[in-house]
């Protein structure tokens, strides 16, 4: 069988051999119109048609959404100097596309036959552009000639992770009314200089802040250049009366379609604070030499944790005595307050007048301590009984005149 | 106890039968009155009582008006009275030095003249009881003496309201006029000694050189007594045990308080300057806790009570000696 198959394609070949020397005309115009097919604009570069070239040294180009991308073109011609039209002839949609020469937006080019013309194409990547090859064909026309050249932008999946924003402390511990700081890297790994807005997603009533490293300003987005990295520090302020326990933050730089992230923890450790007052503010208090008199206090946890085990104590003077009711209050959640009874006993021996005395709340982890202002007041018993002494004088000038008068 | 009542309710209609109409104690009362206003002695006495103490309190608010804004501003009206200027002394230094003078003034011849001018059995033969007379003679005396010292007080006040143009506060109206009420006792004590010595001397000077005796005696030697005693009793070196120098100033402190002076002088102070808590020794331990204030009225005259007790229990109880002693009295015309 192999012998057959050798035996058609030799039959073929004699066969190619023999039409070319009996019909030499056909075989060309075969030729012909193969290499007219392959060097159609709809392939490949223009060829030069007419004396006209339309080229670039790179007509694929690989680019991200949001990017603009430029097409150095150069235009030769070999003919006569003309003026030439630029035209795009095809173009995906949305796509913005320009002609841009010194500087401005052009339209047409002079193609001298001395040196070559260069016109930038400038493609703007639509940010919601997909991946995949896009292709162009941008056209020159002169009066006499006219050359087309086909032109790609390839936009490949995002490669996420290719800018990156580091943080060698990702974790911060303090109290409610700490403004945690963080330092965050953020480098460009891209090609391009990029703009970064810079945003976080923090709980509510949280503030965040980003400035740069050693700077002083408050920034939203900031600029950087390929290669290139930014210290940012980030400032943290959980709102007031934040409980206890731990905050994620993440922040994010975004660029078009590329981000970059990290997530900051905030670890907020309960802070204790106890505050001792009375319902009314008034720290006065009246109290009789020798006698009980109550006082009501409000005994308020305005720290972020709970507090256990609050006992109460009292700084007086020598001979003054202080009891609590209920004597010690064993949960006061963070934010609660309770209402405890002072019972302030002057000295019997105490001289009338105002006193300070120092109330306390304590628990294991905080105090809160109130002074008051104590007005002492002494007892009217001796006052009765000097009413009585005149009364019995009275009575003897009484008997006086009784037994020695009218004589 | 029903027992003890009827006796007061009888003894009450007594007394009003008895004292308020019969009309020989008003008839004493006009003319002792009268006589005591129109008597050059007590013009002279009032006008040097008047002029020390509004000199007194003119330089003091001079000096308070100097001293304006410095210092806190509480009591200001009061301390027109307590604060002493310059070279002169406070005005109720000189009411206490001088006010007894005035009692003493009325009453030291208020027996003895009678009995010397031939007057009093005279008087005795009018259809009036005895008692009359006296209780008629204390009381012009008290009246006399009351309108003198509310007179200079108000004087003193209006010109305080004049001179500084700070208001009294109500507390500051009351603690003025309870100190006018007090100084009226310490003066009617005074009174009824003199009277008591007009009934004792026979002659006016000597019960007049009397008087003046024991107002001097307690006015400045009783202090110095009681200190003297209380040396002498619990003697007290540079290193004495603090319960002896407690004991010392104690019974310094009791024994010149045994003279109406320190009472009266004790209860002004405390009634016209209420930051003074205490009168007398006080322990450290006391004072601990304790913050400067000021007391107010109630607890001031809580303070004082003792002393207003002891005023007016030894003004009664003298008077109703020179009674006893009046009524007792072998009174014949000669």
């Known amino acids: ?407 | 106890m029903g027992r003890w009542q009827d006796r007061v309710k009888e003894w009450l209609v007594w007394w009003r039968q008895q004292e308020w109409f019969s009309g020989g104690l008003k008839t004493v009362f006009q003319k002792e009155l009268a006589d005591n206003l129109s008597s050059t002695r007590f013009t002279i006495l009032v006008f040097l009582v008047a002029v020390a103490g509004v000199g007194a309190f003119y330089v003091a608010a001079q000096s308070i008006r100097q001293a304006a804004g410095e210092g806190d501003p509480q009591f200001v009206f009061l301390r027109l009275f307590t604060t002493s200027g310059g070279s002169l002394p406070p005005f109720i230094t000189f009411i206490s030095f001088l006010g007894p003078l005035l009692g003493l003034a009325l009453g030291f011849d208020a027996i003895n003249g009678e009995h010397n001018k031939r007057t009093l059995s005279r008087l005795l033969a009018q259809p009036i009881y005895r008692d009359d007379v006296i209780n008629g003679k204390f009381l012009a005396g008290l009246v006399v003496l009351a309108v003198v010292i509310l007179a200079l007080g108000f004087l003193v006040a209006g010109l305080g309201l004049l001179l500084i143009g700070v208001p009294p506060t109500g507390e500051e109206i009351g603690r003025l006029f309870i100190y006018l009420l007090v100084t009226i006792i310490y003066v009617a004590f005074w009174l009824s000694v003199s009277l008591l010595f007009s009934l004792l001397f026979r002659q006016t000077a000597t019960s007049a050189l009397a008087g003046i005796a024991v107002w001097l005696f307690f006015a400045l030697f009783a202090g110095m007594l009681a200190g003297l005693i209380a040396d002498g009793l619990f003697p007290v070196s540079e290193d004495a045990a603090p319960a002896r120098i407690l004991h010392n100033a104690t019974l310094k402190q009791d024994l010149s308080r045994l003279s109406p002076t320190t009472l009266y002088d004790e209860a002004t102070v405390t009634l016209l300057n209420p930051g003074v808590r205490t009168l007398g020794p006080v322990l450290v331990q006391q004072l601990e806790g304790a913050i400067p204030g000021s007391l107010p009225l109630d607890q001031s005259l809580l303070l004082i009570w003792p002393h207003l007790v002891g005023l007016i229990a030894a003004t009664m109880l003298i008077f109703a000696l020179a009674y006893y002693f009046f009524m007792r009295q072998e009174i014949r015309a000669g």
């Open chain 1, 1 to 407: 069988m192999p012998w057959s198959s050798i035996k058609v394609a030799l039959f073929i070949l004699d066969g190619g051999i023999a039409l070319l020397r009996q019909r030499p005309w056909l075989v060309l115009m075969t030729l012909l119109f193969t290499l007219a097919l392959s060097f159609s604009p709809f392939v490949g570069p223009a060829r030069a048609n007419n004396g006209l070239l339309l080229s670039t040294a790179f007509p694929g180009i690989e680019a991200q959404p949001g990017e603009t991308v430029t097409f150095p073109l150069e235009l030769r011609n070999s003919g006569v100097p003309q003026k030439v039209d630029l035209k795009v002839v095809s173009a995906p949609k949305e796509w913005q596309t320009v002609f841009k020469g010194g500087g401005m937006i052009v339209t047409q080019a002079f193609a001298g036959n001395d040196k070559p013309a260069s016109v930038d194409f400038q493609v703007e990547v639509p940010e919601t552009a997909r991946p995949g090859s896009y292709n162009f064909v941008v056209q020159a026309a002169g009066p006499g000639a006219t050359s087309r050249l086909g032109l790609q932008v390839v936009i490949k999946e995002v490669a996420t992770g290719s800018d990156k924003m580091t943080t060698d402390y990702p974790v911060l511990s303090g109290t409610s009314s700490t403004s945690f700081q963080f330092r965050v890297d953020l480098t460009n790994n891209g090609a391009q200089e990029r703009s970064y807005s810079l945003a976080a997603q923090a709980p509510p009533g949280w503030q965040v802040t980003f400035s740069p490293a050693y700077d002083s300003k408050q920034i939203a987005s900031l600029s950087l250049k390929p290669g290139k990295s930014q210290g940012l520090d980030v400032t943290v302020k959980p709102p007031q009366g934040v409980k206890a326990g731990t905050y994620n933050i993440p922040i994010q730089a975004t660029s078009g379609s590329s981000k970059a992230g990290v997530v900051l923890k905030v670890n907020i450790t309960g802070n204790y604070s106890l505050e001792l007052t009375t319902p009314s503010g008034r720290l006065n208090a009246d109290a009789i030499a020798g006698r009980e008199s109550p006082v009501t206090l409000v005994v308020k946890n305005t720290g972020s944790a709970d507090l256990a085990n609050i006992t109460f104590a009292a700084s007086a003077a020598t001979g003054w005595a202080v009891t609590f009711k209920p004597e010690k209050i064993d949960l006061l959640p963070a934010g609660a307050s309770q209402q405890v009874t002072a019972f302030i006993k002057p000295s019997p021996k105490a001289i009338a007048g105002d006193y300070v005395v120092s109330l306390s709340a304590n628990a294991q982890e905080t105090s809160g301590s109130a002074d008051f202002r104590v007005s002492v007041r002494t007892s009217t018993l001796w006052g009765l009984v000097g009413v009585i002494l005149v009364l019995i004088v009275i009575g003897a000038v009484g008997w006086t005149f009784r037994k020695y008068g009218r004589r």
